[in-house]
Each structure stands twice: as structure tokens, then as C-alpha cells.
């Protein structure tokens, strides 16, 4: 059973900084895609970041400047450093990773639990 854990988030009042990780277990033979969406109140869940393995990561353009994203592949891991923090990225933050638990197996969408980020101003 594949799962994706979350630590980091909370609260932080704007301009100041939090940091994510997220962790994939289980079963894997390949994560292509490592990323984060978040999901604010009444808003569609939206990409954050995302990278695939050995390219040039992926920002929105609200982010962009301020997040940085990473990967560590032989840990399994991806983080996201969130700088310059403002109250319009407060929501729920979810790792997401696109993974094949065998070389026979289609690509999979995982999804983490979900930790909250709130910004104050």
C-alpha cells in the first residue's frame, strides 16, 4: 500500500516562512512526479509545484520567486520552502505524487492527507 505522508505547516504570520515535507512509502518502483496542490476555502484545489525527476521544476505563477521545491528520489521524499509567506496562501497544502509500484503497472496519482498553512496579516 502506497502512502504519502505530510509533516511542516501551521501558522505564521505573513512575510515569514514554513516548510513541507512529504514522504512516500510502500510498494514503488518509480515516482515520476513529486509535487504540492493546495486547496483554499471555497477555491479548487490548484498545482503549487511540481518536478519530475532530473528536470527543472514547475511553479505557479503566484509562487513563483518565493517557493522553492525539492526532491530527494533515493529518500523518496519531496519538500517545498515557502518564503514571503502572504495571507492568500493560507489553505490546505497536499503532496502529490505520480507513482508506478511495478514496471508492469500504469502510472498512479497518490495523494497526502493534507496539513493546513495559515498566513496572517
Known amino acids: 500500500q502506497v502512502q504519502l505522508v505530510e509533516s511542516g505547516g501551521g501558522s505564521v504570520q505573513a512575510g515569514g516562512s514554513l516548510r513541507l515535507s512529504c514522504a512516500a512509502s510502500?510498494?514503488?518502483?518509480?515516482?515520476?512526479?513529486m509535487g504540492w496542490y493546495r486547496q483554499a476555502p471555497g477555491k479548487q484545489r490548484e498545482l503549487v509545484a511540481d518536478?519530475?525527476?532530473?528536470?527543472?521544476?514547475n511553479y505557479a505563477d503566484s509562487v513563483k520567486g518565493r517557493f522553492t521545491i525539492s526532491r530527494d528520489n533515493a529518500k523518496k521524499t519531496v519538500s517545498l520552502q515557502m518564503n514571503s509567506l502572504k495571507p492568500e496562501d493560507t489553505a490546505v497544502y497536499y503532496c502529490?505524487?505520480?507513482?508506478?509500484?511495478?514496471?508492469?503497472?500504469?502510472?498512479?496519482?497518490?495523494w497526502g492527507q493534507g496539513t493546513q498553512v495559515t498566513v496572517s496579516s
Open positions: 510502500g510498494s514503488i518502483f518509480s515516482i515520476p512526479v
Open positions: 502529490n505524487a505520480k507513482i508506478r509500484e511495478s514496471w508492469t503497472r500504469a502510472l498512479e496519482t497518490y
Open positions: 518536478i519530475i525527476s532530473d528536470s527543472s521544476p
